[in-house]
């Protein structure tokens, strides 16, 4: 194990280019003369929607936007109620404002994303437009025409409102200082800056939300047989993450393939469990209470480009920090299955805390271990209160780490994500300190969340090395445990949440399913991979499978082999840990 452990500030003129060579028109529309088809597949099981999406950007994009068009415009229902009722401000104003503040930056250096977003627009706007002319064609004559035609307008769905569902998660950070962003643009200011005319309002603390995520990580003495295990919980509101029921897998044209849990229309995972195809494990959960926030780039790109373009656990370290502005600060919980290492990035604005484990784990529980972070970058008072979620989740999870100690396994990860064991009651007590929340049914006598609110875990997602070698993971949907969760039933017990009952779903009780990636797919990167590296000296639990492949990086999601464009910047190796601190340190400043 070694620690980077500094305070770091990220380099403003630092710059990653992992797509130079892709040149869209911006104006790209379903009106131009590109000729696209929907190049992938939907199925649905067990409360799933299974999708996987092959080819270039603006091929994956357009199949997305295509196979899941219906929940996209739900989403952007749930959106114009979700915004207004949360910050007083309409959907338009969030796309708007969000859309001008990073786009500029995307496409800079995340064009690849930039030119997917803008597929996923058009594949919408042609799934819709079949969809009204077929309604259309129940009307006669000049009044259907007018029907289909208002129906277009009405639901159509632009970059700008793609790009805003996107950084969705990033909104209650950048919120505080939207003001200061918008008087500063002046585009925006000449739209906006009225609001903010004598409207204190606008600055106050949001009303706090509900932690997300309960996660480990663990290897060595702590597995079954010695490998890696991953597991994640996802804790949120039930009206926005109800549609993170999206399992995708991705074969693109230049980087690894992988699969992502995520939401219909976006670009990364949002609850963020990935395994790609070159043998990386990837999940986080969020560190509460974050203040800091400066314009920079956007998580959502950062950590796709991270999933898709790394080939050692530095380059996720390295990418995660470059132009990091604190927008959705994370506790990143890494695994490389091909050396059997497993890292935790504690990724704040101003520090940053990395740490490395061959044998060992490591737990989120939405605070971060860092004091610094926890002191100087929150207001996070519940590391230590077994009363609140956090609290009592790290001593929980800590507890259940040492007690399956030699037998986690997915199985395993599976029943600790299910548990609802609260240590402050001590006894069985689902509620929001337990592994398995539910705000929903907490009271909240003994702690200061809102009481019965609609949220908590939505999920459950396990994997372990055997399953990643094969991008394969078990999934289950609604809830950890299993519990049902009914509409109907929680309002009229909880009157108080009724204005919530038009956009909330039920969800049943689901089973564990295992997701498995496409057979072709399976049986090319198996035939492309490499020749296995020398396990660690180290690790005794490798030192008898020397045989065993890792995976290999997707050079073409179409089953082809294109060279690379000479020329094209890659993402430098890390080779050593003294490198990695003088790497790190260079696309850094300190600032105090």
Same mark, same amino acid.
């Given at each position: 194990m070694y620690i980077v452990y500094d305070m770091l500030n990220v380099n403003d003129k630092a710059d990653i280019n992992v797509n130079d060579n892709v040149n869209v028109n911006d104006n790209v529309n379903v009106n131009d003369n590109v000729n696209v088809n929907v190049n992938g597949s939907r199925y649905e099981k067990d409360g799933w929607i299974c999708i996987n999406i092959y080819g270039a950007p603006y091929e994956r994009g357009y199949t997305i936007g295509y196979l899941l068009s219906n929940e996209i415009k739900d989403c952007m229902r749930m959106l114009d109620f979700l915004l207004m009722n949360t910050y007083g401000l309409p959907r338009s104003f969030f796309s708007d404002v969000i859309s001008q503040l990073f786009r500029k930056q995307i496409k800079e250096r995340f064009?690849?994303?930039?030119?997917?977003?803008?597929?996923?627009?058009?594949?919408?706007?042609?799934?819709?437009?079949?969809?009204? =002319?077929?309604?259309?064609?129940?009307?006669?004559?000049?009044?259907?025409?007018?029907?289909?035609?208002?129906?277009?307008?009405?639901? @159509?769905?632009?970059?700008?409102?793609?790009?805003?569902?996107?950084?969705?998660?990033?909104?209650?950070?950048?919120?505080?200082?939207?003001?200061?962003?918008?008087?500063?643009?002046?585009?925006?200011?000449?739209?906006?800056?009225?609001?903010?005319?004598?409207?204190?309002?606008?600055?106050?603390?949001?009303?706090?939300?509900?932690?997300?995520?309960?996660?480990?990580?663990?290897?060595?003495?702590?597995?079954?047989?010695?490998?890696?295990?991953?597991?994640?919980?996802?804790?949120?509101?039930?009206?926005?993450?109800?549609?993170?029921?999206?399992?995708?897998?991705? =074969?693109?044209?230049?980087?690894?393939?992988?699969?992502?849990?995520?939401?219909?229309?976006?670009?990364?995972?949002?609850?963020?469990?990935?395994?790609?195809?070159?043998?990386?494990?990837?999940?986080?959960?969020?560190?509460?209470?974050?203040?800091?926030?400066?314009?920079?780039?956007?998580?959502?790109?950062?950590?796709?480009?991270?999933?898709?373009?790394?080939?050692?656990?530095?380059?996720?370290?390295?990418?995660?920090? @470059?132009?990091?502005?604190?927008?959705?600060?994370?506790?990143?919980?890494?695994?490389?299955?091909?050396?059997?290492?497993?890292?935790?990035?504690?990724?704040?604005?101003?520090?940053?805390?990395?740490?490395?484990?061959?044998?060992?784990?490591?737990?989120?529980?939405?605070?971060? @271990?860092?004091?610094?972070?926890?002191?100087?970058?929150?207001?996070?008072?519940?590391?230590?209160?077994?009363?609140?979620?956090?609290?009592?989740?790290?001593?929980?999870?800590?507890?259940?780490? @040492?007690?399956?100690?030699?037998?986690?396994?997915?199985?395993?990860?599976?029943?600790?994500?299910?548990?609802?064991?609260?240590?402050?009651?001590?006894?069985?007590?689902?509620?929001?300190?337990?592994?398995?929340?539910?705000?929903?049914?907490?009271?909240?006598?003994?702690?200061?969340?809102?009481?019965?609110?609609?949220?908590?875990?939505?999920?459950?997602?396990?994997?372990?090395?055997t399953m990643a070698r094969e991008m394969s993971l078990a999934g289950r949907w609604g809830n950890s445990c299993g519990k049902a969760f009914n509409v109907k039933k929680f309002v009229e017990k909880n009157p108080q949440w009724m204005d919530q009952a038009d956009y909330l779903v039920d969800r049943p009780s689901q089973k564990w399913t295992v997701f498995r990636q496409d057979e072709r797919m399976r049986v090319k990167l198996a035939a492309s991979a490499p020749v296995a590296s020398a396990p660690l000296a180290s690790d005794k639990h490798l030192a008898s499978k020397r045989s065993e492949q890792p995976l290999a990086s997707v050079r073409s999601a179409q089953i082809t082999s294109k060279k690379r464009v000479a020329g094209r910047k890659t993402i430098s190796k890390i080779k050593s840990k003294s490198t990695i601190k003088k790497s790190l340190r260079k696309t850094i400043k300190k600032n105090m």
């Open positions: 064009m690849e994303l930039y030119v997917e977003m803008k597929g996923i627009v058009a594949g919408i706007k042609k799934a819709h437009a079949k969809q009204s =002319y077929g309604q259309a064609k129940h009307a006669e004559g000049a009044e259907g025409a007018e029907m289909s035609s208002h129906a277009q307008a009405r639901e @159509e769905i632009t970059i700008d409102d793609i790009i805003m569902w996107n950084s969705f998660l990033m909104i209650d950070s950048m919120f505080s200082s939207i003001s200061d962003l918008i008087a500063k643009n002046p585009q925006l200011k000449k739209k906006y800056a009225h609001i903010y005319d004598d409207t204190a309002f606008i600055n106050k603390p949001r009303s706090r939300t509900v932690e997300r995520c309960s996660a480990f990580i663990a290897v060595g003495d702590y597995t079954k047989d010695g490998k890696i295990v991953c597991s994640h919980n996802s804790f949120s509101n039930f009206i926005d993450t109800q549609y993170s029921n999206i399992m995708m897998y991705v =074969y693109p044209d230049k980087g690894n393939a992988f699969v992502m849990q995520t939401s219909p229309g976006w670009v990364w995972s949002g609850t963020n469990f990935y395994i790609s195809s070159n043998g990386f494990i990837c999940t986080e959960t969020t560190i509460g209470g974050f203040l800091n926030f400066k314009l920079r780039d956007p998580i959502f790109c950062r950590i796709r480009k991270a999933v898709q373009y790394s080939k050692s656990l530095d380059d996720y370290a390295k990418i995660l920090i @470059e132009r990091n502005g604190g927008d959705y600060a994370n506790a990143w919980l890494i695994g490389d299955i091909n050396n059997n290492t497993i890292m935790r990035v504690e990724l704040g604005y101003k520090f940053v805390n990395i740490e490395k484990k061959t044998n060992g784990y490591f737990i989120g529980y939405n605070s971060a @271990e860092d004091p610094r972070i926890r002191n100087m970058e929150t207001d996070d008072t519940d590391f230590y209160d077994i009363r609140t979620s956090s609290g009592a989740r790290r001593v929980r999870l800590t507890e259940l780490m @040492e007690k399956y100690k030699g037998e986690i396994n997915v199985k395993i990860g599976q029943k600790i994500l299910a548990d609802h064991y609260d240590v402050y009651l001590k006894k069985i007590n689902p509620s929001n300190r337990t592994c398995c929340s539910h705000y929903d049914l907490d009271d909240s006598l003994v702690s200061s969340y809102i009481p019965f609110y609609p949220g908590g875990a939505l999920d459950g997602i396990v994997t372990d090395t």
